[in-house]
Each structure stands twice: as structure tokens, then as C-alpha cells.
């Protein structure tokens, strides 16, 4: 047994069909407005247990350095996981079809009222609870930077590095991910190589 009273040998849920993918992913896509990396990590790990927090934070890294939407990348990798090219268009489609509905029908609210003032404040004000939503995140994936082969102290390092890259010098992604991603994947191969 494991600490969180689980079977490690048990099998893990996972989803029934593509179905299952379609609307599970569905609800995750209606759920994120703004900010859908908790939601995603609520879903899949906490509720459905579909993968474990370790197993989490692996695929959305590598989903973050894939182009296109992180979220995106993410649901095409779970979905190809369980039911090959078939689960990938489900939990694509699932990730697109109904939140395309709903953006459309917003924007066509939004440009009736978008010179209103209290349209603007809520705009700004939700940028502040996705800011919120974000650093909140990486709060609670933290803990898995306990077990990671560099330790606590070098992690803290690196998002250091990669905070001030962005906030301080104002670095793109497109040049903070290569260097200090790059730092990270050579520091980290060097102490598992064998």
C-alpha cells in the first residue's frame, strides 16, 4: 500500500471508450476558462486518477514544449495513450468542439457591449484570478520537485533562472524555454546518466 492508501499493482482507472475521452475532456475544455492547468490537474489526477501527479507534471512539460496549445498537446497524448489515433481525435474533439460554440457566442456578446467600462474592468479583473489560477498551480506541483534527480535546491535554482529570464529581463518563451529548458535537460541527463 501506498501512502495515499492505493495498491500500486491495483489497475488504474482509465477511461471506458472514446466516449468517455470525448466528454471528459469536454468538461475540462467548459471548466477552463482562463486558466485550465488546475482544472486539468483536478480532473485527471485527483478525480478520474487517469495518471498520478509525477506522471502529470512528465506529460505537461512535454506538452508545453510542443507547439500548439499546452492543454491541446496534453489531451491528444492521453487520448492516444488508451485508444490510439482514435482516443487522440476524441479528446481533440472533446478539447474544441463545445468551447468553439461558446467563444463564437461570446464574441458576438462582446462586440455589442465592448465599449462599456464594466466590460473592460472584468476583463482586467479575470487576468488577475488566471495569474492567480497559475501561481497557485505551480504551488501545488512543487511537491513533486522533492523527487527529482537534481533535489529541491537546484529546482529552486532553475525556476529562478526562468523567473527572472521572463519577469526581469523580459526574455519570449521562445528564448527562456531553449536556454534555461536546455540547462535543465543537460543538468538532469548528467546526473541519471550512468
Not at 40 to 54: G, S
Not at 116 to 125: D, E, K, N, S, W
Not at 158 to 171: D, F, G, K, N, Q
Request: aromatic share 10%.
Amino acid at each position: 500500500m501506498t501512502a495515499a492508501g492505493t495498491d500500486p499493482a491495483a489497475p488504474r482507472p482509465q477511461p471506458r471508450d472514446c466516449a468517455d475521452l470525448f466528454w471528459s475532456f469536454t468538461w475540462l475544455a467548459l471548466q477552463g476558462f482562463g486558466g485550465v492547468l488546475a482544472v486539468v490537474q483536478r480532473e485527471l489526477v485527483e478525480k478520474k486518477r487517469w495518471m498520478t501527479n509525477d506522471e502529470f507534471v512528465e506529460d505537461w512539460a512535454v506538452a508545453q514544449i510542443m507547439p500548439g496549445p499546452n492543454v491541446v498537446n496534453l489531451s491528444i497524448m492521453i487520448g492516444e495513450r488508451y485508444f490510439g489515433w482514435r482516443g487522440a481525435v476524441a479528446a481533440l474533439a472533446g478539447m474544441l468542439t463545445f468551447p468553439l460554440i461558446l467563444v463564437l457566442a461570446v464574441a458576438v456578446v462582446y462586440a455589442q457591449f465592448a465599449s462599456q467600462p464594466a466590460v473592460a474592468g472584468a476583463l482586467r479583473g479575470m487576468g488577475a484570478v488566471a495569474a492567480g489560477l497559475i501561481a497557485g498551480m505551480g504551488l501545488k506541483l512543487s511537491s513533486t520537485l522533492r523527487k527529482h534527480p537534481l533535489g529541491l535546491v537546484m529546482c529552486v535554482v532553475l525556476v529562478a533562472l526562468t523567473v527572472i529570464a521572463m519577469a526581469v529581463l523580459r526574455w519570449p518563451l521562445f528564448w527562456t524555454l531553449p536556454s534555461v529548458g536546455l540547462l535543465a535537460c543537460v543538468l538532469t541527463w548528467r546526473k541519471i546518466a550512468p
